[in-house]
């Protein structure tokens, strides 16, 4: 098997990177592999000692065939380190593994994107294999299919990144000439359209959201497996593009995920999964919001009623 390079994107979350290092370490085919890490350089003065020591431990990483690191001076941002990072592996290797410092992996990762790369190589109607599965309350098969493209554990090849459009006004003037901007959201149960507003504005510099646009406008699908084989450890307030959540919380898969054959379409059932899934979220996070504003004006009051009965 043609095994992918893998390339880390970190910056300055030393505790973060070691565990997302260690576990990657202990994957199947990681001693045959190359690792690429790409160091951000620091935005600011107060970043540059945990930049430094993050910069420390990858280079003494162990436990691949090779690593190689890529210091940046200085700051380029997460989106750019990422674009240019995978371009210049996928244009030396023709295929890459993406992960970031945050993202602890099952040892049957490498194993499942690397024999996703293998089976999907030349069906073009597949732009990537992604590794992440949400904590969906329904069962799911071994593998599926959905439209567009995902951020949490994934690898593509040429021909896909190829694919990926960097003008987030050309995306959503594509969706919306389409009229596909509520199916992009899955049925209105998740805000990828504002997402991709907010990028085109300039109030986040997400990637994530160009590459997903970039496959659904195309009708590319993306391969995903039953079980999850990353979890996130970021989701912490620890990182530049987070806040602090559990909701995406899941047990990675102490087994292999079996690659079988399956249409090349999307899995409408384990779709409309997801759409639940995010809809309860949406339920969740507005009640979240309703309690946190009448706590506030609780504690507002408050005083004014303890004065009347004095």
């Known amino acids: 098997m043609n095994l992918a390079p893998i390339a880390l994107f970190v910056y300055n979350r030393p505790n973060h990177t070691k565990a997302t290092i260690e576990s990657l370490s202990q994957n199947r085919y990681a001693d045959q592999s190359e690792l690429f890490v790409f160091c951000d350089g620091p935005k600011s003065e107060g970043h540059l000692e945990k930049v430094n020591q993050v910069k420390a431990i990858v280079k003494s990483i162990k436990g691949f065939k090779k690593v190689t690191v890529i210091?940046?001076?200085?700051n380029v941002g997460l989106a750019n380190s990422i674009i240019a990072g995978v371009t210049d592996l996928i244009?030396?290797?023709?295929?890459?593994?993406?992960l970031e410092d945050d993202m602890?992996?099952?040892?049957y990762f490498l194993m499942y994107l690397n024999e996703g790369l293998e089976k999907y190589e030349r069906e073009e109607s597949?732009?990537?294999?992604?590794?992440?599965r949400l904590p969906l309350k329904g069962k799911t098969p071994e593998t599926y299919f959905l439209r567009g493209a995902d951020c949490w554990g994934w690898a593509t090849w040429k021909r896909g990144w190829d694919l990926f459009e960097h003008d987030g006004k050309k995306l959503m003037t594509a969706l919306v000439s389409q009229n596909l901007t509520k199916e992009f959201d899955f049925g209105g149960s998740y805000p990828y359209t504002q997402m991709l507003k907010d990028q085109i504005e300039g109030r986040n510099d997400s990637w994530a959201i160009r590459w997903n646009a970039s496959a659904f406008l195309l009708n590319l699908l993306t391969l995903y497996p039953g079980r999850s084989l990353v979890q996130n450890i970021g989701l912490d307030a620890s990182g530049i593009h987070c806040a602090t959540t559990d909701e995406y919380d899941v047990?990675?898969?102490e087994t292999p995920i079996e690659i079988e054959t399956i249409a090349f379409k999307e899995n409408s059932k384990v779709k409309n999964l997801?759409?639940?899934?995010?809809r309860n979220l949406n339920k969740q996070n507005y009640s979240k919001r309703i309690f946190g504003k009448l706590t506030r004006i609780l504690l507002r009051i408050l005083p004014f009623v303890r004065k009347l009965k004095r």
């Open 71 to 74: 210091e940046k001076e200085f």
């Open 91 to 98: 244009e030396k290797f023709g295929r890459v593994i993406v």
């Open 104 to 107: 602890v992996t099952s040892k």
């Open 126 to 132: 597949v732009i990537s294999i992604h590794a992440y």
């Open 251 to 253: 047990v990675l898969s």
């Open 274 to 278: 997801y759409k639940d899934y995010f």
